[in-house]
T-cell receptor
């Protein structure tokens, strides 16, 4: 069973600050990594995917991947109240199955 | 991103009845679909993987006779919860992939068994 661990949270940040989310995974052969955002009562929404080591930026979101350390992170810059949600780290194996972390709940204080 | 439509979004059924949930990929051919369930404040738990035209592969601990999955076409997979009981009440979510690495999720179905 592939394991995906996320910082437990909840994480509370003031509006405009940076929210930092961390994730580690156990399966060394994983090649694809994703961050999903899930609002309460809704299904997950893909916000970032990353496949190679380094940083990937998309708007206010930056994903970082370090395969040697089996670590992936997500930074949310200039956090907005609308960013308040649960963020799920997901790792895809060779079988296309996604293994999810437990999620980190982020609250952005206005 | 690609669109995956799941229906119904909410359903209430009586204990002992069966409920069918549909998952459709609207703008791509979904070679593989996944079914998850999610309990409140918990992460997604993969139930089964279905490939078009073949039998679904169930995760350990998931009863295949209780959760019937059919993937009859490249755009449609169904999950039928048979003889539902209150403990089956949950949020069921499908996702689909066309063979690329990204999977897209349906809107989810909130099942309540009374």
């Amino acid at each position: 069973q592939k394991e995906v661990e996320q910082n437990s949270g909840p994480l509370s940040v003031p509006e405009g600050a940076i929210a930092s989310l961390n994730c580690t995974y156990s399966d060394r052969v994983s090649q694809s990594f994703f961050w999903y955002r899930q609002y309460s009562g809704k299904s997950p929404e893909l916000i970032m995917s990353i496949y190679s080591n380094g940083d990937k930026e998309d708007g206010r979101f930056t994903a970082q991947l370090n395969k040697a350390s089996q670590y992936v992170s997500l930074l949310i810059r200039d956090s907005q109240p609308s960013d308040s949600a649960t963020y799920l780290c997901a790792v895809m194996g060779n079988d296309y199955k996604l293994s999810f972390g437990a999620g980190t709940t982020v609250t952005v204080r206005a | 991103g690609a669109v995956v439509s799941q229906h119904p979004s909410r359903v209430i059924c009586k204990s002992g009845t069966s409920v069918k949930i549909e998952c459709r990929s609207l703008d791509f051919q979904a070679t593989t679909m996944f079914w998850y369930r999610q309990f409140p404040k918990k992460s997604l738990m993969l139930m089964a993987t279905s490939n078009e035209g073949s039998k679904a592969t169930y995760e350990q601990g998931v009863e295949k006779d209780k959760f019937l999955i059919n993937h009859a076409s490249l755009t449609l997979s169904t999950l039928t919860v048979t003889s539902a009981h209150p403990e089956d009440s949950s949020f069921y979510i499908c996702s689909a992939t066309g063979g690329d690495t990204e999977a897209f999720f349906g809107q989810g179905t909130r099942l309540t068994v009374v």
